[in-house]
C-alpha cells in the first residue's frame, strides 16, 4: 500500500509570489491534515480536511489556504510569500473520521522563500 | 486549549544505555497521546499511540511509554538504546474533540553516540 505522497519535495520562491503544494493521501484515507515545522515554532496545525470540507483551521493568516478534491487529494495554497513561511510543510492522512486513529504523515515539501 | 511540554530540547546518551524522554500535557478534555520520531529530511513516524486501556503502550523499535493521568505525563523509555536511535522525538495530543488536529511538543532531540 502506497504511503502519503507529497509533491513536489523542494521548493524556492521569491517573496511575494504564492505557492502550490500537493499531497495524495494512503488509499481509502478520507482526512488529510497540514502542518508547518518551522525551527522556531515547531510543527503548527494548518487544517484539516475530509470529504472535500474543511473541519478544522488553525492559527494562521488567510494567506494559507486549502482544498480537497472528490478522490481526496489535497493541496494548500500560500498567496503573497513572506520569508517567514519558509519551513517544512507536512501532509497526514487518516483512515476515518475519529481523532483515535495513527495519523501518516508524507516526507514533506520543503519550501524556501528568497 | 491543549499544549504539551518537552523539557529537554537534547538528551545526549551512549550505545546500549537506557534512555527517557519527557513529556507533559495539559488539557480541559480528554485526549488521545502519541509519540512520533522524525529522521533528518523525513516526516514523521508513529513510535506508539494511547488511546485507553493498560497505561503501558508498547511501541515499535523497543520502545515503551506509560501514561500517568494524575501527573499528566506520558514519557518515553527505551531501555537499551542503538546509534540508529538517533533522531528528533516528538510527543503529541489528539483532542477528543471529534477533529483530526495533533497538538505537539516542541522535540526532543535523541543522540546516541559509542
Known amino acids: 500500500k502506497a504511503g502519503v505522497t507529497q509533491t513536489p519535495r523542494y521548493l524556492i520562491k521569491t517573496r511575494g509570489q504564492q505557492v502550490t503544494l500537493s499531497c495524495s493521501p494512503i488509499?481509502?484515507?478520507?482526512?488529510v491534515s497540514w502542518y508547518q515545522q518551522t525551527p522556531g515554532q515547531g510543527l503548527q496545525f494548518l487544517f484539516e480536511?475530509?470529504?472535500?470540507?474543511?473541519?478544522n483551521k488553525g492559527n494562521f493568516p488567510g494567506r494559507f489556504s486549502g482544498r480537497q478534491f472528490s478522490n481526496s487529494r489535497s493541496e494548500m495554497n500560500v498567496s503573497t510569500l513572506e520569508l517567514g513561511d519558509s519551513a517544512l510543510y507536512l501532509c497526514?492522512?487518516?483512515?476515518?473520521?475519529?481523532?483515535?486513529?495513527?495519523?501518516?504523515f508524507g516526507q514533506g515539501t520543503r519550501l524556501t522563500v528568497v | 486549549a491543549q499544549s504539551v511540554t518537552q523539557l529537554d530540547s537534547q538528551v545526549p546518551v551512549f550505545e546500549e544505555a537506557p534512555v527517557e524522554l519527557r513529556c507533559n500535557y495539559s488539557?480541559?478534555?480528554?485526549?488521545?497521546l502519541f509519540w512520533y520520531v522524525q529522521y533528518p529530511n523525513q516526516g514523521l513516524q508513529l513510535l506508539l499511540k494511547?488511546?485507553?486501556?493498560?497505561?503501558l503502550v508498547k511501541g515499535i523499535n523497543g520502545f515503551e511509554a506509560e501514561f500517568n493521568k494524575s501527573q499528566t505525563s506520558f514519557h518515553l523509555r527505551k531501555p537499551s538504546v542503538h546509534i540508529s536511535d538517533t533522531a528528533e522525538y516528538f510527543c503529541?495530543?489528539?483532542?477528543?474533540?471529534?477533529?483530526?488536529?495533533?497538538?505537539f511538543g516542541t522535540g526532543t532531540r535523541l543522540l546516541v553516540s559509542p
Open positions: 488539557s480541559s478534555v480528554s485526549v488521545y
Open positions: 480536511y475530509f470529504s472535500e470540507t474543511q473541519r
Open positions: 494511547y488511546l485507553s486501556g493498560s497505561t
Open positions: 497526514a492522512s487518516t483512515g476515518n473520521r475519529g481523532v483515535n486513529t495513527e495519523a501518516f
Open positions: 503529541a495530543v489528539n483532542p477528543n474533540t471529534g477533529f483530526q488536529k495533533l497538538v
Open positions: 488509499s481509502g484515507h478520507r482526512s
